[in-house]
Structures are given as C-alpha cells and as structure tokens.
C-alpha cells in the first residue's frame, strides 16, 4: 500500500474525526484564498483588448486586480503544466511532460532499452492499452516501491497504443540489452520523495482547503500497477494529501447526477464529469443546448454547471467553518471551458450570431520556421494547408462561446464570495493552465511553445493591497511564481522538507509596487517534447500524450525575454532524461520588442511578432548570448531517475 493510499483511508478519517482547528485573525495576516484555473484559456477577453467577446464576470473583477500582462505557463499542455504549478516546479524537476507521470510516483534508478533474466517474479501486471491509466513505467517503479518483498522491476510496451506488461521481482540475476520496438525499461525499487503541493501546503499550515473541478488533471490519477480507478496525468485519487476531508472535485452529488454520488476516489468516474458530448460529434466539437443560461437541465449534465454549484456549496460550508472556528479556507475551482468540446447553453452561443472574429493574420506556417515547431489537430495534414476561412471563424466563435459560459460559471462563485461577506478576507487569484491557437500559422489547440499557447490569462485580487486594484504590470511571470506568491500573501513559510526547493520566485513586490515593483527573474521558462513518427513528416504524430519520457526524440525550450523569444528544439537522451545541448535541431527567434499584443490594444496582432524566424538575420554572437541563457534556465537540475 502506497503513502498515499495509506493516508486516503486513515489519513482523512483523523481529519474528519479532529475536525478543523485555526483562531481568528485579521485579513491580512490569514487570508482566504479562492485560487481559481481555466483549462485552454488564451488571453482573448476585453480586458486584454479583445472586446469582441463577452466575459463581463471577469472583467468586472480584473477592473479591481492586478492584470498581469505577460504571464506564461510551463508547458502548454494540461497534466504537465498543473503538475508543475501545482507544485511550484518547472517540468525538468517534476519529469512529467506527459500524461502517464505526476509527481508523487517513486524516483527509481532505471536502464533503459533492457529486461532482466532470472530471479523471482512476484507478480506481473497487464496494463489496459491505453497506457494513460497505468502511469506508465514510473507507475511500475511505484508499485515495486511500495512492496517491501520487490527489489527489481521491469515494464515493456510494445509500440504506440499497444497493452503495457509491469512485473515486479525479488532479486535477479543480471540485464541484459534489449532492442524493441516500444518501451523496454527495468530498475530497481526507488525512494518516494517528499512533495507539498499548494493545497496541501495550506492545510499543513491550518488552512481548510476544498477542491472543485479539474485541479490536478482529470480523472482519478495516473497510478500504480493495479491501477484501478484512475486517470491520466495526476495523483491517485487527485492527491488526498492534498484536501482537509478529501472531498476534492466531484464528491456526494446527490442521485439526481448519478456520475457523481459516489464518494470521492473509490471508485473509476466517482468525481470525474463525463465529457457529456450531449448532439457534438468527433467531426463537430462545438454544439449548443437549448437550455437556460444557467447551464441547469441538460442531460448528461454540462460539467461546469456542476463546477460551481459544488464550489458554492463549498464556500458555503467554508464559511460557516470559518465562523466558527475563525480557521480560513483554501479553495481550488477548476473550470474546464473552453477545453473542447464546446458544449455550452444557447445563451453563449447566440452571443456571437451576427458578430464577425478576426481571422489569423498568417494562416500557414512560414518556411522560416522548421515544422517541428506544429503539430497536426483537428484533421489538418501538414502546416500549409489551412482551413476555409469560413470554418475557422465558426471555429473562433465556438471557442468564444466557451469563454463566455466559463466566464458565468467564474461569475457564480465571484458572486457566492460577496454574498457571503467573503469579498474582504479573501484574495482571489485566476489564470488558465496555458493558452491555445486559433488557427495561427495553421495550428490549432495548445502544444507549442510560441506566444499563443503558452501565454495565459493572469491576475489577482488582494483585497488588504488596494494599491493594486485597477492596475496592470508587464512583468514576466512564469506559473510556478503563484506557489511563493499565495504563501507569502498568507504569510505562510516555504516547505522546508521537500526533497526539491520551490523554482517559482514570489510576485508580492509587484503587487505591493505595480509601477516600481521588481521581480528576481527576468524572463520565462517554456518546454515542450516532440514525439513524430518514425518515417513520416516532422510534424506527424507530434503530441506526447502516451509517449514514455523514455522514448521522447527531441525536447523544446523557449525563453521569452522582455523584447525576445528564443527557442531551441533539441534531441533528448532517454536514458539520462536530459536534452543533448550538443545536437540543436532548430533554432528559432522571435522579435517582440514592439509587441502591443500583451497590452490592452491591438490584440489582433497576436500572431504578428512570431511569424517570421529572425534566427538567420542576426549575428551569431548575439545568438550565443541568448541560447547561454536558455540552457542556463532549463538546466537539468538534480537528477530525479539516475541511469545505471
């Protein structure tokens, strides 16, 4: 048994037996915090000049937030980048860039293209062919990790999407090399290090903290062999050291949601919402409910709607707690449009009937820029050939709908905070997970490193600092930055025994100094793998869902600077799970020095600053000076799997 399932079914019963302790304090020196993250959000809102689409909940709150108008996610994908804000590391240091890994899985020495020949097998496990829910080789390493009599293990899979083998050992004889068309990885029983998320960081510290929603990544977790229900991408049971009472996400609906009554975690879709398509197809991922505004009366019920009626019924109970305890809250609401599919009420859509959105200002990707850089959705083929324009503005305006119902959905648990006399204790910060295309240089969805997709939405209300009410800073934040940030505005410690420091630098000089604040990084750190296809064009195939850190050809780096965006795509050694800074495959560089695009005007020229490759027109010298520093961020830090 696992720590983590240890503490799932004794840990939550002390909690819930030990009730909830805390004295009252002032707003300042304990604040509640409502943390609250979109899924696929790209900046487009009228408070970052796109005044095209209707999100008046949001704006209404940013008019009294610090705006951040460039912050950036860690990788422009879900499971990875909330691994990595969640924690407050960048990728490199959680090793999850997939959807197979997270970060409580055991750190194992490994080899890597070998099997093991003698010993005693103790059991082996057979994985479902989508690995998703197996947590890959790293689950194995956690199942042999948490059985005392394992001292070997070794995980095989065949090719891309093909069932996965996990057998655990006592004891062997030798390795041996083995050349196989998939994943071929054995090691030895691992240690399990120590991690303190953000959630779990408040409740060590006092702190009652809820979850609502998608917060770690769907589903019950990327577990262990046996891998009963789980999830891809995130902890088993999405982290009980995580909540006060485990009642994360979807727990105890009523049966009127038959997806959702039972408790939190025991069992497969316990508490994840079903996608619920509801009339959108594989061929149309956009459709409309005509259904009240509310999103109440569909059937399968619209995810969100029960997002916020589950954060209300949270801050309902947080509230009265904190009455009378005087014990603050610490509250995750995970909204997940506009994540495909947009399934959303008429309301949001008719919003959008006779408006007209801008189409992309380059629709193919330049030659300039090496095609590893795209990768391939919703059917498109290559790079060079776009949609009709008809169908990217129908495209714009479904995804706009999205944002407009998730901005309601926001708008009911702003409203929730007010009308429970939250609105002065509690600080409210929103940002998305990472951003998405709209159909620039023909890419579409997230999954790359330029502006679009990895820069997000980002701004906070303290309601003790008013000097930052209204305001807005062009300080260039990274994601990992809201880990130091919510705990010095709470005045919380850093996590002093985690194996791996915190990587984010605090943002509360900036917020207490919007105009003079500094922070103690200049730039932000964006990675990304590349997984094409053996054979086929550099851009096929290229997305990393189930593709084993093992077995990733190449690693991309970006590094955006205040008036630069420079970037490295390069090979990966899967037996280190390091990038080989000797074998550069392409380079690109971007000019944003003239960039209106992150303020409040000119938002159609999004696409404008990283059309066009730069890297051939400047001086080699110049260049050296930027990839030193990307390699310098990056890094490879400590080890987290040593190669034998």
Same mark, same amino acid.
């Given at each position: 048994?696992?720590?983590?399932?240890?503490?799932?079914?004794?840990?939550?019963?002390?909690?819930?037996?030990?009730?909830?302790?805390?004295?009252?304090?002032?707003?300042? @020196?304990?604040?509640?915090?409502?943390?609250?993250?979109?899924?696929?959000?790209?900046?487009?809102?009228?408070?970052?000049?796109?005044?095209?689409?209707?999100?008046?909940?949001?704006?209404?709150?940013?008019?009294?937030?610090?705006?951040?108008?460039?912050?950036?996610?860690?990788?422009?994908?879900?499971?990875?980048?909330?691994?990595?804000?969640?924690?407050?590391?960048?990728?490199?240091?959680?090793?999850?860039?997939?959807?197979?890994?997270?970060?409580?899985?055991?750190?194992?020495?490994?080899?890597?293209?070998?099997?093991?020949? /003698?010993?005693?097998?103790?059991?082996?496990?057979?994985?479902?062919? %989508?690995?998703?829910? !197996?947590? /890959?080789?790293?689950?194995?390493?956690?199942?042999?990790?948490?059985?005392?009599?394992?001292?070997?293990?070794?995980?095989?899979?065949?090719?891309?999407?093909?069932?996965?083998?996990?057998?655990?050992?006592?004891?062997?004889?030798?390795?041996?090399?083995?050349?196989?068309?998939?994943?071929?990885?054995?090691?030895?029983?691992?240690?399990?290090?120590?991690?303190?998320?953000?959630?779990?960081?408040?409740?060590?510290?006092?702190?009652?903290?809820?979850?609502?929603?998608?917060?770690?990544?769907?589903?019950?977790?990327?577990?262990?062999?046996?891998?009963?229900?789980?999830?891809?991408?995130?902890?088993?049971?999405?982290?009980?050291?995580?909540?006060?009472?485990?009642?994360?996400?979807?727990?105890?609906?009523?049966?009127?949601?038959?997806?959702?009554?039972?408790?939190?975690?025991?069992?497969?879709?316990?508490?994840?919402?079903?996608?619920?398509?509801?009339?959108?197809?594989?061929?149309?991922?956009?459709?409309?409910? #005509?259904?009240?505004?509310?999103?109440?009366?569909?059937?399968?019920?619209?995810?969100?709607?029960?997002?916020?009626?589950?954060?209300?019924?949270?801050?309902?109970?947080?509230?009265?707690?904190?009455?009378?305890?005087?014990?603050?809250?610490?509250?995750?609401?995970?909204?997940?449009?506009?994540?495909?599919?947009?399934?959303?009420?008429?309301?949001?859509?008719?919003?959008?009937?006779?408006?007209?959105?801008?189409?992309?200002?380059?629709?193919?990707?330049?030659?300039?820029?090496?095609?590893?850089?795209?990768?391939?959705?919703?059917?498109?083929?290559?790079?060079?050939?776009?949609?009709?324009?008809?169908?990217?503005?129908?495209?714009?305006?479904?995804?706009?709908?999205?944002?407009?119902?998730?901005?309601?959905?926001?708008?009911?648990?702003?409203?929730?905070?007010?009308?429970?006399?939250?609105?002065?204790?509690?600080?409210?910060?929103?940002?998305? #997970?990472?951003?998405?295309?709209?159909?620039?240089?023909?890419?579409?969805?997230?999954?790359?490193?330029?502006?679009?997709?990895?820069?997000?939405?980002?701004?906070?209300?303290?309601?003790?600092?008013?000097?930052?009410?209204?305001?807005?800073?062009?300080?260039?934040?990274?994601?990992?930055?809201?880990?130091?940030?919510?705990?010095?505005?709470?005045?919380?410690?850093?996590?002093?025994?985690?194996?791996?420091?915190?990587?984010?630098?605090?943002?509360?000089?900036?917020?207490?100094?919007?105009?003079?604040?500094?922070?103690?990084?200049?730039?932000?750190?964006?990675?990304?793998?590349?997984?094409?296809?053996? /054979?086929?064009?550099?851009?096929?195939?290229?997305?990393?869902?189930?593709?084993?850190?093992?077995?990733?050809?190449?690693?991309?780096? !970006?590094?955006?600077?205040?008036?630069?965006?420079?970037?490295?795509?390069?090979?990966?050694?899967?037996?280190?799970?390091?990038?080989?800074?000797?074998?550069?495959?392409?380079? @690109?560089?971007?000019?944003?020095?003239?960039?209106?695009?992150?303020?409040?005007?000119?938002?159609?020229?999004?696409?404008?600053?990283? %059309?066009?490759?730069?890297?051939?027109?400047?001086?080699?010298?110049?260049?050296?000076?930027?990839?030193?520093?990307?390699?310098?961020?990056?890094?490879?830090? %400590?080890?987290?799997?040593?190669?034998?």
């Amino acid at each position: 048994m696992t720590s983590v399932e240890m503490f799932w079914i004794f840990g939550c019963l002390l909690l819930s037996a030990t009730g909830p302790g805390g004295h009252a304090a002032r707003s300042d @020196e304990r604040p509640n915090i409502l943390h609250l993250v979109f899924d696929d959000f790209r900046t487009d809102l009228p408070f970052y000049g796109q005044t095209q689409v209707h999100a008046p909940y949001l704006t209404r709150l940013a008019k009294k937030s610090l705006i951040f108008d460039r912050a950036y996610c860690n990788e422009a994908v879900c499971s990875p980048s909330r691994n990595s804000f969640m924690t407050g590391r960048r990728p490199n240091t959680t090793k999850v860039w997939n959807f197979l890994n997270n970060f409580r899985q055991a750190e194992c020495s490994f080899t890597n293209h070998a099997r093991y020949v /003698g010993g005693t097998v103790l059991q082996t496990y057979h994985g479902s062919p %989508d690995v998703q829910v !197996t947590g /890959g080789w790293g689950g194995c390493c956690t199942s042999c990790t948490s059985n005392a009599n394992c001292t070997h293990w070794s995980y095989h899979k065949m090719t891309r999407g093909a069932s996965a083998n996990c057998t655990l050992y006592s004891g062997t004889d030798h390795t041996v090399p083995m050349e196989c068309n998939g994943t071929c990885v054995v090691g030895t029983t691992g240690t399990q290090p120590k991690w303190t998320p953000i959630p779990e960081h408040f409740r060590t510290n006092g702190y009652l903290t809820l979850g609502v929603g998608k917060l770690y990544h769907d589903g019950g977790g990327s577990c262990d062999f046996p891998s009963p229900g789980c999830g891809p991408g995130e902890p088993p049971y999405a982290d009980p050291l995580s909540w006060t009472n485990c009642s994360a996400q979807y727990p105890d609906f009523p049966h009127e949601y038959p997806p959702f009554f039972n408790a939190y975690g025991q069992e497969q879709g316990a508490y994840l919402c079903p996608m619920g398509q509801g009339g959108c197809t594989d061929k149309q991922p956009y459709c409309t409910e #005509d259904i009240p505004k509310d999103g109440s009366g569909a059937n399968p019920p619209l995810l969100d709607f029960m997002v916020y009626k589950d954060a209300i019924r949270k801050l309902h109970y947080a509230s009265a707690n904190l009455n009378s305890t005087g014990q603050p809250f610490f509250l995750n609401v995970g909204i997940k449009r506009p994540h495909l599919v947009w399934r959303v009420p008429k309301f949001y859509t008719d919003l959008y009937a006779n408006s007209t959105p801008s189409l992309p200002r380059r629709k193919t990707l330049s030659s300039t820029i090496d095609p590893i850089a795209w990768t391939p959705f919703f059917g498109l083929k290559s790079p060079y050939e776009p949609f009709e324009d008809d169908k990217i503005l129908q495209l714009r305006k479904a995804y706009y709908a999205a944002i407009s119902w998730a901005d309601y959905v926001a708008g009911q648990v702003f409203e929730a905070v007010d009308n429970l006399g939250l609105t002065d204790s509690t600080i409210i910060l929103v940002h998305a #997970d990472h951003g998405w295309h709209l159909g620039e240089y023909n890419m579409w969805e997230k999954r790359t490193l330029w502006e679009a997709a990895t820069r997000v939405p980002f701004f906070i209300h303290v309601p003790f600092l008013p000097q930052s009410h209204g305001q807005r800073t062009r300080a260039i934040t990274e994601l990992i930055d809201v880990y130091p940030t919510l705990s010095d505005l709470a005045n919380l410690p850093r996590p002093h025994h985690d194996r791996y420091p915190l990587e984010g630098v605090s943002l509360l000089p900036v917020i207490k100094d919007p105009a003079k604040g500094v922070l103690q990084r200049d730039y932000a750190l964006s990675t990304y793998p590349r997984c094409p296809v053996p /054979g086929g064009p550099i851009w096929e195939d290229n997305c990393i869902h189930t593709v084993e850190r093992t077995d990733f050809p190449f690693m991309g780096y !970006t590094l955006r600077l205040d008036a630069w965006r420079y970037t490295e795509f390069v090979e990966w050694d899967g037996d280190t799970l390091t990038p080989q800074w000797d074998r550069v495959h392409s380079r @690109e560089l971007y000019y944003h020095g003239n960039d209106t695009s992150v303020g409040p005007d000119n938002w159609e020229l999004a696409d404008f600053y990283e %059309d066009v490759n730069l890297v051939t027109t400047v001086n080699s010298s110049f260049l050296s000076v930027l990839s030193q520093k990307l390699r310098a961020a990056a890094g490879t830090g %400590d080890a987290m799997d040593s190669h034998h």
